[in-house]
């Protein structure tokens, strides 16, 4: 018997609208817990090298973990996961709200839709009902539009993951969102979904999750939830949430600014989450079983617009509000709202609109190839471009690429200030005075995203001028957070509030019934990470060292002013940094996992696998 799972995985093959119901495997619960867990062995398994990302031989698989949907805090997480077509390799995001906890009273632990549609389609789950239907009267509406529309003819008990028009155009940035506000944003799995013709998945369960001991889950569910309630950072989390991050990022000299040239906003005190808590919030929202709601339910109003939003969140406030220089927190809540609805990650949005307004400003893009003229501080700058990206129309088709390809297309040294981490745009710190941060950036498993290892804590707490023992830490980071995204639950109660770690494994023993401690499930989920650099190293010719480093403004031009000003970090000590990480991963200098560690890690399938397919391209 399976505790604390939903039971089943379910199939859909949406091109001959068929489906089956497996039974989970107690073996893949035991080993790989859940979620990114999973989608890393799902993937690795079932695609055969060389498929295109957005051809039908892909899969988007959809999970979450055992304690979703269950007694445990912010149990509210789904995971999403696909091979990239933003990087070519492994991709995976994640997104709160209810979705998850939907899943699980449905049965399923993971739903993998393979195939490809011919008509549009969505996905319609009702516990073991399962139907494909026709989503031609959804097709080519917003995604908060199109999650309405199938709330309103479906019910309110529906939850629904749902892609805009970017994701319909395979924008490769392109997000999957839900409840109106929540987005599944890295990797391009949007255009993943798009490109199965699928516009949504709508799912509602009737169904409870067995429990090992549900004395004993109750009672330690409830003493987490008091922990929760009884830290002192709760109060000032729940009013700002992440926008509460902004006047930090700025003070430390963190916050990327136009394009990253340089990381503090002049007039950073604008954008507080004070002033967004005295301006815009209407209501604080939170996720399934979340007790410290960091969503906020917003209303920018602006000289020609007036709309609501979730947010604006942390992540776009540097990244479409710093990076593209917006100037008031209403033009950046306004930019999100409109990303939000096209199905445009507002990470790699932001990025990809910051990169093309500098490109205009050196003239590398022309105004009769944009078709208007661009410029930093404009929201209808950045309206325009997200619109035209959406709709890959002019050069919105150039820039849905990502700035990685776009750079390669358009040349004139682009490429110099476009940035990325293995093709995937760099999300909201910058961190060229924070060498464990950098290390994080460089070295996390989808590209430059600081959710696997937000490290620069620790650069503050060590000292920005060490270098030696930063990887020891990254790679610490790099399993305790991940390792959420196995069980399912929110990571930000253990960031923010300061949650100690042993409290997930004592629940996770009461609700699953595995005797894992600590250590172990962080075993598990550093199985999982070298599993998933297999994925890249399996689908991406020549991966290695030389997919590890940073966009050369990151790892070049020092900081051009604020606390940093001058500041970053030489090529030396980016190579001490990836040699040190590649030897406490027990990896070789080329970055590649050794055959010692994967079979410690009990992966000899994968290590025979990659042996012999390293030994093909390099017979020497």
Not at 48 to 63: M, Q
Not at 162 to 188: M, W, Y
Not at 372 to 394: C, H, M, N, P, T
């Amino acid at each position: 018997m399976l505790y604390g799972y939903g039971g089943s995985i379910l199939r859909v093959d949406v091109g001959a609208k068929s489906y089956k119901i497996e039974p989970l495997d107690p073996g893949m619960a035991q080993e790989y817990i859940g979620g990114r867990g999973f989608i890393a062995k799902i993937l690795y398994d079932e695609l055969a090298a060389g498929i295109d990302p957005l051809g039908p031989k892909n899969k988007l698989v959809v999970s979450t973990g055992p304690l979703a949907g269950n007694l445990a805090p912010a149990g509210g997480k789904t995971h999403f996961g696909a091979l990239s077509p933003a990087t070519g390799g492994y991709g995976d995001s994640n997104m709160g709200g209810i979705f998850a906890a939907e899943m699980k009273y449905a049965g399923y632990d993971a739903i993998i839709l393979e195939g490809a549609a011919s008509e549009p389609c969505y996905i319609y789950i009702e516990d073991s009902k399962v139907e494909v239907r026709d989503a031609g009267k959804y097709w080519g509406k917003g995604a908060i539009d199109a999650e309405k529309m199938l709330k309103d003819d479906l019910g309110e008990e529906f939850q629904i993951a749902v892609i805009g028009p970017a994701g319909e155009n395979l924008v490769k940035f392109a997000c999957i969102s839900h409840d109106f506000g929540r987005q599944a944003g890295r990797t391009g799995l949007g255009a993943v979904m798009g490109s199965k013709k699928v516009k949504a998945i709508a799912v509602k369960g009737t169904q409870g999750i067995k429990m090992a001991d549900p004395d004993a889950a109750l009672a330690k569910g409830k003493a987490l939830y008091q922990a929760c309630f009884a830290k002192p950072f709760i109060k000032e989390w729940e009013d700002y949430g992440t926008a509460g991050v902004t006047t930090w990022a700025n003070e430390i000299g963190a916050f990327p600014t136009r394009n990253f040239l340089t990381s503090q906003y002049e007039g950073y005190q604008k954008l507080s989450g004070k002033d967004m808590r005295e301006r815009m919030v209407i209501t604080d929202k939170a996720c399934f079983g979340c007790p410290s709601p960091c969503g906020k339910y917003s209303r920018a109003v602006g000289q020609g617009y007036d709309v609501y939003v979730e947010g604006p969140e942390y992540e776009t406030t540097a990244m479409v509000g710093g990076g593209c220089v917006l100037p008031s927190l209403e033009d950046i809540g306004y930019a999100n709202y409109v990303l939000d609805n096209l199905g445009l990650d507002t990470i790699s949005g932001g990025v990809v609109i910051g990169w093309a307004l500098e490109c205009f400003e050196k003239g590398i893009i022309t105004k009769d190839q944009a078709g208007r003229e661009l410029q930093f501080g404009d929201v209808w700058s950045v309206a325009y471009l997200a619109e035209k990206i959406a709709a890959r129309e002019g050069i919105g088709d150039i820039l849905a690429e990502g700035v990685k390809a776009a750079a390669e297309r358009l040349g004139q040294g682009s490429d110099y200030f476009a940035i990325h981490v293995k093709g995937l745009e760099w999300s909201g710190y910058d961190s060229r005075n924070a060498p464990a941060n950098m290390l994080a950036y460089m070295t996390c498993d989808i590209g430059a995203h600081h959710s696997r290892a937000w490290a620069i804590t620790h650069d503050l707490a060590v000292g920005p001028e060490i270098i030696e023992g930063k990887a020891k830490r990254v790679v610490e980071l790099q399993h305790i957070r991940p390792m959420f995204d196995m069980i399912g639950t929110c990571r930000l109660q253990w960031v923010e509030l300061g949650i100690e770690l042993d409290a997930y494994s004592d629940l996770f023993k009461a609700i699953t019934g595995m005797d894992y401690s600590l250590d172990d499930l962080l075993k598990r989920s550093e199985r999982v990470w070298n599993l998933t650099r297999a994925v890249w190293i399996k689908h991406v010719p020549g991966f290695g060292r030389a997919f590890d480093y940073p966009p050369p403004r990151m790892a070049q031009d020092p900081v051009a002013s604020g606390p940093n000003q001058g500041k970053f970090l030489s090529r030396e000590a980016l190579e001490q940094l990836l040699d040190e990480y590649y030897q406490v991963r027990g990896w070789d200098r080329n970055g590649i996992p050794t055959e010692a560690k994967l079979k410690e890690l009990g992966l000899d399938n994968v290590a025979k696998e990659l042996g012999l397919a390293l030994a093909e391209k390099d017979p020497a």
